[in-house]
């Protein structure tokens, strides 16, 4: 029993929202692309698949990261109790775990078309090489923005069996929207992070942290207004663009403090809120 608890806290399965994260954007790229005319099993059959391969993609992404991280999270006072870092559980153990988690994913993989499967397998170099990139560039949320929300191309791909301008605008916008979100996110370890020498935009961009924050949000939204129109979605969509707006720019920006660890937590956590707020506006707005 203490193996299980130690592995559900090294994979991290009792803080959904990394995994929600990586869930919202597979939803919405389906749901742009799905017609709601057809069988909609497919559409729920689809959908389950896609929030399977994010718990687990999400799981053994966290493990990677926990082995490759182990000597800094050992001197972060937030990271210093994982189970690599403490020691609990073993480097090897961990990569094991790792490694059948990505066969279940892969397993779910296989149900989608070969164009789906080829560009899911050419984004696992992103997945798992993301977290050395805060040691050279303090741009690392940017690739993670750059793999969280590649899900959205798969899921249109898992429908039309190719990639076309809507979904590319919509993910270079849904990069922008994590891009802020971690940002806010780093605000949490800023001061450990500077002293043990690791990079970030929290750190890159903490003399000017709402001005960057408010142009990464706009950028999201403006794609998700190109997206509207493009898809000529009806007006219950836009009604939602203010219910989002507002999320973005008057709760997550004005009302943050990052100087509060536990404001930047909460702000964060808040994108599960937005995830599935843009999820019902697409709904809505193809009917």
Not at 254 to 259: A, C, D, H, P
Request: with cysteine; proline share 3%.
């Amino acid at each position: 029993m203490n193996q299980l608890s130690l592995f559900i806290e090294l994979t991290r399965l009792r803080k959904p929202i990394g995994y929600m994260l990586l869930f919202w954007p597979c939803a919405w790229g389906l749901t742009i692309s799905y017609d709601f005319s057809d069988n909609l099993n497919i559409y729920f059959f689809y959908l389950i698949l896609f929030f399977l391969g994010s718990v687990l993609m999400r799981s053994a992404g966290c493990i990677v990261n926990d082995v490759l991280d182990k000597n800094f999270d050992k001197k972060v006072l937030r990271t210093k109790n994982r189970p690599i870092a403490s020691g609990k559980i073993s480097v090897k153990v961990g990569l094991i775990y790792a490694v059948i988690l990505c066969f279940a994913a892969f397993l779910i993989l296989i149900n989608f078309n070969y164009f789906t499967i080829i560009l899911a397998l050419g984004s696992m170099p992103l997945a798992f090489t993301y977290p050395l990139m805060k040691r050279f560039t303090y741009w690392p949320q940017l690739f993670l923005g750059i793999t969280f929300n590649y899900g959205l191309i798969l899921g249109w791909t898992s429908i039309f069996g190719e990639i076309s301008l809507i979904p590319v605008i919509f993910y270079l916008g849904a990069i922008f929207w994590t891009l802020a979100y971690d940002t806010i996110y780093g605000f949490q370890d800023i001061k450990d992070d500077e002293i043990i020498g690791l990079k970030s935009t929290s750190i890159k961009f903490k003399k000017i942290p709402y001005l960057f924050l408010t142009l990464c949000y706009l950028i999201f939204f403006i794609s998700l207004i190109t997206v509207g129109i493009l898809m000529s979605l009806n007006n219950l969509f836009y009604i939602f663009l203010l219910l989002i707006f507002f999320h973005l720019f008057l709760y997550q920006i004005r009302k943050l403090n990052i100087k509060d660890a536990k404001d930047c937590l909460l702000k964060f956590k808040s994108n599960n809120f937005l995830g599935i707020l843009i999820l019902i506006g697409i709904i809505f707005g193809k009917f």
